[in-house]
Nanobody
Framework: QVQLVESGGGLVQPGGSLRLSCAAS????????MGWYRQAPGKQRELVAG???????NYADSVKGRFTISRDNAKGTVYLQMNSLKPEDTAVYYC??????????????WGQGTQVTVSS
């Protein structure tokens, strides 16, 4: 069973920084795209940043210039460096991986979510 384990969330003041990590493990698989989503109370889940296996990235307009997504293919890990954090960034952040498994095919997996709170 593939698992995505997230870490790095927490409480930070406006203007501060956090770095989220998400590691995939649990058998034989190859990872296609990976990404970070977030969901604030009362709002729908939105894509924050995505990255392909080749390193191509895309970002939500609201985080461009502040967040950076990266990945380590050998470790099966994706990162989200968040700088200049704003209260509007407060949400539960979820890691997502689009991967392929032998005998199972292509499938999406989600991390457990990690809380990011930006507050004075």
């Amino acid at each position: 069973q593939v698992q995505l384990v997230e870490s790095g969330g927490g409480l930070v003041q406006p203007g501060g920084s956090l770095r989220l990590s998400c590691a995939a493990s649990g058998g034989a698989f190859s990872i296609n795209t990976m990404g970070w989503y977030r969901q604030a109370p009362g709002k729908q889940r939105e894509l924050v940043a995505g990255i392909t296996s080749g390193g191509r990235t895309n970002y939500a307009d609201s985080v461009k210039g502040r967040f950076t997504i990266s990945r380590d293919n050998a470790k099966g890990t994706v990162y989200l460096q968040m700088n200049s954090l704003k209260p509007e960034d407060t949400a539960v952040y979820y890691c997502n991986a689009d991967l392929w498994q032998p005998l199972r095919g292509r499938r999406d997996y989600w991390g457990q979510g990690t809380q990011v709170t930006v507050s004075s």
